[in-house]
T-cell receptor, first 114, second 110 residues
């Protein structure tokens, strides 16, 4: 069974631009969660989507948004990029709700904002 | 949401058994305890999950005392490739956010 895939793997943007990241979960998984990882803050939860609905959200500004499609694929969008948005963005999928079961993580998208 | 506390870092030697303890004093009745391993520039990888007593798989063992206020991940006979960050996570699917915390940076020495 194919694992979680994320595209693109690397991305360079400039301040003020917007970016869309994509995540394809493991087949049959209904939950997709997004995380931001930086050296200073560690692994921080952004949001979780389950059956196309945002189930919960971490403490991030409204510039960070996401959605999930009927095939469970998910996208994350960051608008008006800031230098501090440079990070590794990880997507994880799980069969059921993320914090009750096993999450399978993708390789991540490394975003650099200049 | 049960908050977890882990040591920031640990060192050990190849061939030793390593035990990493996670405190979760406010764990709820329905919470499960899950451990993940993360190598640099990779996403975390599931290691083991348990609810009570002891769970063992081909990679590790998880010990959970009766009060469930802590859990210990045990890695038998570690090797250099076990150098990674280990995260403890508790939840039951009803929490409003997921908190991984800072994790424990394990460094295995030759």
């Amino acid at each position: 069974k194919a694992g979680v895939t994320q595209t693109p793997r690397y991305l360079i943007k400039t301040r003020g631009q917007q970016v869309t990241l994509s995540c394809s979960p493991i087949s049959g998984h209904r939950s997709v969660s997004w995380y931001q990882q930086t050296p200073g803050q560690g692994l921080q939860f952004l949001f979780e989507y389950f059956s196309e609905t945002q189930r919960n959200k971490g403490n991030f500004p409204g510039r960070f948004s996401g959605r999930q499609f009927s095939n469970s694929r998910s996208e994350m969008n960051v608008s008006t990029l800031e230098l501090g948005d440079s990070a590794l963005y990880l997507c994880a999928s799980s069969l059921g709700l993320a914090d009750a079961g096993t999450q399978y993580f993708g390789p991540g998208t490394r975003l650099l904002v200049l | 949401l049960a908050k977890t506390t882990q040591p920031i870092s640990m060192d050990s030697y190849e061939g030793q058994e390593v035990n990493i303890t996670c405190s979760h004093n406010n764990i709820a009745t329905n919470d499960y305890i899950t451990w993940y391993q993360q190598f640099p520039s990779q996403g975390p990888r599931f290691i083991i999950q348990g609810y009570k007593t002891k769970v063992t798989n081909e990679v590790a063992s998880l010990f959970i005392p009766a009060d469930r206020k802590s859990s210990t991940l045990s890695l038998p006979r570690v090797s250099l490739s076990d150098t990674a960050v280990y995260y403890c996570l508790v939840g039951d699917g009803r929490d409003d956010k997921i908190i991984f915390g800072k994790g424990t940076r394990l460094h295995i020495l030759p």
